[in-house]
């Protein structure tokens, strides 16, 4: 007989929920837990829950200053077991960050062992290092034992944790913060902490002060690596005023001279963040790729200190020059993001500017200081009652013994006996027999007269907010003098400087190797480039239907210029066209060609030369080379044309005199000072057509002649005196060309 089936018990009740609306509410619930008690920090001590828990637990643990160290396992073992209930590895990594010299400006954690290094080595395990805290990590947790901050149950209920840390250093901006939640993120670089206490004295003063009036302590940041920042100071007030932006910080280097004129640069500082072996590897990969044709050979010479040598390919080389190609392509320059998003009052999460955050820190200080001094005055206050049961007790000695010798309960009988309070009664019971002596008396009455000197000063402090002030000021000047720039702790690592401005068209230079290539242009405008001076292109293949348009010899670092019937120039670079295998690349792919326009030619551009223009309908004008280059795609406008007129020829002027001929087949020379120079127009009539248009132009040399080839590459020329019949002015018309001119209406120049 099979097994009875027994049914299900009745399930319980089964709420039916939309999909969204449970999809929405546990997301925004996943999210709020990130963004508060996982990846932004506390605006008032500027630490993440993790942290704050670390520095708590070692609290516990009595891992003061100066104390003996403790083993990291046992600190993150009462860490994850007391306070933060997940994975050890992150509470241990929380806590190496915060030991480590180059990635806190101020370290919370005295490290003993291997805790990493800047080469991004990792530390050693737990079982190994040991730790103890800082005098930074002190003064955050000063008067946590006096009610400082308020405490909440921990996540098991078992114990109290604080909510925020008493925070009498600024560690928020001291120390800064990476972080990144669900739909925002912070990232807020380290600074210098006295300049923070400089200018938080001057908010104490002026309260209503704005974040660019602090800009006079706080300069920028104060990365523990070193650097350089070479913003500008608009940007950085720009930064601090907003709460976003971003900081270039580059390495610190120095040019070391070697025997016979020979010199290597030395990298002495690095980027805030940057791994040094990592940046180490990406130059010499640069080096293998041949994208650094200034830098011979790099090595690392570190030992304590950052020392990377970097040797230049010869001693002729503009040592800035090559560095600025470095900066280019590696993280030897990098750029440090701020986004001061912050946890305000540890509930609502802000973007804030440095004004802001300083106040908030500052707001905190004084109701840690409110808290602390309210604390003291409940302790005074049950001491003067204790006190005063005392002194009773003393003026009254003979009948207190006699009530504690002959009683069975002699707390409620002195009670009544003598009006005292259930805390003074056992205050006289819990006394020893030795304090009976006469001195005592004297003791109680002098400790009673100070506390109530004390607890009038404290209610006077209470009282008036002045006060309160005058003494958070104290409390940061002390962390300023503590931390001055005449420590080694507080002086400032990181300078600023201008970027040095250095050409453009010299750093481009910089980044690619000289080599000499040739340029091969198809009919159908397709573009490659071929290692060397090629001569014969005959082997050289193209697509079904396109044969060879034009090619001609440049190098590598050559920028080419390329002018179209729109009348407009562009500027194309050499290194960046595709090699000889394969077909190569539209032209089109590299500059935005509209589609109705088409190249008229393309030439290396050498810079200083003048070149004349003319559009199909016979008007030009003489321009600058230099006029002519655009740094964008869209390239740049010289010669305006109306569609269906196009820009039809650009010649090299060579002299003093022009020739132009028709599509009529009408030849007009004439003296070039009659076409202005321009950087951009329309120019002015050349030659005058019936129908038809401009066919070619040239410009040559009176003394010497015009010289032009026929078709079968044969070379012609005719002196002024032969031209004398075609000679006029400009807008002429023009007469029938010499005997023997080709067929083409081409003088068959081209530009070198």
């Given at each position: 007989?099979?097994?009875?089936?027994?049914?299900?018990?009745?399930?319980?009740?089964?709420?039916?929920?939309?999909?969204?609306?449970?999809?929405?509410?546990?997301?925004?619930?996943?999210?709020?837990?990130?963004?508060?008690?996982?990846?932004?920090?506390d605006a008032r001590d500027g630490l993440k829950p993790v942290h704050r828990r670390i520095l708590y637990g070692m609290r516990l643990l009595r891992l003061d200053p100066?104390?003996?160290?403790?083993?990291?396992?046992?600190?993150?073992?009462?860490?994850?077991?007391?306070?933060?209930?997940?994975?050890?590895?992150?509470?241990?990594?929380?806590?190496?960050?915060?030991?480590?010299?180059?990635?806190?400006?101020?370290?919370?954690?005295?490290?003993?062992?291997?805790?990493g290094n800047i080469d991004g080595d990792n530390p050693a395990a737990y079982r190994y290092t040991e730790a103890r805290m800082t005098d930074v990590a002190r003064l955050?947790?000063?008067?946590?034992?006096?009610?400082?901050?308020?405490?909440?149950?921990?996540?098991?209920?078992?114990?109290?944790?604080?909510?925020?840390?008493?925070?009498?250093?600024p560690n928020l901006l001291a120390n800064g913060a990476q972080g990144i939640a669900v739909g925002m993120a912070t990232s807020i670089p380290p600074h210098n902490a006295a300049e923070l206490c400089e200018a938080a004295l001057h908010l104490i003063e002026k309260p209503d002060a704005k974040s660019k009036a602090l800009l006079k302590w706080v300069k920028g940041p104060d990365f523990p690596t070193g650097g350089i920042c070479v913003d500008s100071k608009q940007a950085i007030a720009e930064a601090y005023t907003t709460g976003r932006g971003s900081f270039r910080v580059r390495s610190r280097w120095e040019q070391e001279e070697g025997a016979r004129g020979t010199w290597v640069?030395?990298?002495?500082?690095?980027?805030?963040?940057?791994?040094?072996?990592?940046?180490?590897?990406?130059?010499?990969?640069?080096?293998?790729?041949?994208?650094?044709?200034?830098?011979?050979?790099?090595?690392?010479?570190?030992?304590?200190?950052?020392?990377?040598?970097?040797?230049p390919k010869s001693k002729n080389v503009d040592p800035a020059l090559m560095m600025e190609s470095l900066f280019r392509l590696t993280e030897l320059e990098n750029k440090i993001p701020l986004n001061l998003n912050v946890l305000i009052k540890g509930r609502v999460?802000?973007?804030?500017?440095?004004?802001?955050?300083?106040?908030?820190?500052?707001?905190?200080?004084?109701?840690?200081?409110?808290?602390?001094?309210n604390h003291r005055k409940a302790e005074i206050e049950r001491r003067l009652e204790i006190l005063g049961g005392l002194l009773i007790a003393y003026l009254n000695i003979d009948e207190v013994i006699r009530i504690i010798r002959n009683e069975d309960?002699?707390?409620?009988?002195?009670?009544?006996?003598?009006?005292?309070?259930?805390?003074?009664?056992?205050?006289?019971?819990?006394?020893?027999?030795?304090?009976?002596?006469?001195?005592?008396?004297?003791?109680?009455?002098?400790?009673?007269?100070?506390?109530?000197?004390?607890?009038?000063?404290?209610?006077?402090?209470?009282?008036?907010?002045?006060?309160?002030?005058?003494?958070?000021?104290?409390?940061?000047?002390?962390?300023?003098?503590?931390?001055?720039?005449?420590?080694?702790?507080?002086?400032?690592?990181?300078?600023?400087?201008?970027?040095?401005?250095?050409?453009?068209?010299?750093?481009?230079?910089?980044?690619?190797?000289?080599?000499?290539?040739?340029?091969?242009?198809?009919?159908?405008?397709?573009?490659?480039?071929?290692?060397?001076?090629?001569?014969?292109?005959?082997?050289?293949?193209?697509?079904?239907d396109d044969k060879l348009g034009f090619a001609f010899f440049a190098e590598t670092t050559s920028k080419l210029l390329l002018f179209a019937t729109n009348g407009k120039f562009y500027s194309l670079d050499v290194a960046k066209l595709p090699g000889g295998r394969g077909h190569g690349e539209p032209i089109r792919q590299f500059i935005d060609l509209e589609p109705e326009a088409a190249p008229v030619v393309l030439f290396v551009n050498k810079g200083g030369r003048k070149f004349l223009v003319a559009s199909h309908e016979g008007q030009g004008f003489v321009v600058n080379e230099d006029d002519c280059v655009g740094t964008t795609k869209k390239g740049k406008q010289v010669l305006n044309v109306d569609m269906p007129n196009e820009a039809r020829t650009v010649t090299e002027v060579l002299g003093d005199t022009v020739a132009v001929i028709g599509e009529n087949r009408k030849m007009l020379v004439f003296p070039l000072d009659q076409v202005p120079e321009m950087a951009r127009g329309r120019g002015v009539r050349l030659q005058k057509y019936k129908d038809g248009g401009l066919s070619d132009v040239v410009v040559f040399d009176a003394k010497a002649g015009l010289t032009w080839k026929d078709s079968a590459g044969r070379e012609f020329s005719a002196t002024m005196k032969e031209l004398a019949e075609w000679q006029g002015t400009r807008a002429d018309a023009g007469r029938l060309p010499p005997k023997g001119f080709p067929k083409s209406n081409k003088f068959g120049r081209v530009i070198g």
């Open positions: 007989m099979g097994k009875r089936l027994i049914p299900p018990e009745e399930p319980a009740e089964i709420h039916e929920v939309p999909l969204r609306e449970a999809l929405e509410e546990r997301y925004l619930a996943y999210a709020l837990s990130t963004i508060m008690h996982r990846a932004l920090p100066g104390t003996a160290f403790k083993k990291s396992a046992k600190i993150v073992g009462d860490v994850m077991g007391s306070f933060h209930p997940h994975g050890d590895q992150a509470i241990y990594d929380a806590m190496v960050r915060l030991a480590q010299d180059f990635s806190s400006r101020y370290p919370l954690v005295d490290g003993q062992g291997n805790f955050l947790l000063d008067g946590i034992d006096e009610d400082g901050v308020e405490f909440r149950p921990n996540y098991d209920g078992q114990s109290k944790e604080p909510i925020v840390l008493p925070g009498g250093f640069v030395v990298v002495t500082e690095i980027p805030f963040l940057v791994q040094k072996s990592r940046l180490i590897e990406k130059i010499a990969e640069l080096l293998d790729q041949k994208k650094l044709p200034l830098v011979g050979d790099i090595r690392d010479e570190s030992a304590e200190d950052v020392r990377i040598v970097i040797e999460p802000k973007v804030v500017g440095l004004a802001e955050c300083l106040r908030e820190w500052l707001d905190h200080l004084r109701d840690v200081l409110i808290r602390r001094t309960e002699p707390k409620p009988a002195l009670i009544k006996a003598f009006k005292l309070t259930e805390v003074q009664a056992e205050a006289i019971l819990n006394m020893r027999l030795r304090s009976l002596r006469k001195l005592e008396e004297m003791e109680i009455r002098t400790e009673d007269k100070d506390l109530r000197k004390e607890l009038k000063g404290i209610e006077g402090l209470l009282a008036s907010e002045p006060e309160q002030w005058k003494k958070v000021s104290e409390q940061v000047a002390k962390v300023r003098d503590m931390f001055g720039p005449k420590t080694p702790l507080g002086k400032r690592r990181t300078t600023f400087a201008d970027a040095p401005e250095h050409d453009l068209a010299a750093i481009e230079e910089a980044l690619v190797e000289r080599e000499p290539v040739t340029v091969v242009v198809s009919d159908k405008g397709w573009i490659r480039t071929l290692k060397g001076h090629v001569e014969d292109l005959s082997g050289l293949a193209f697509k079904q």
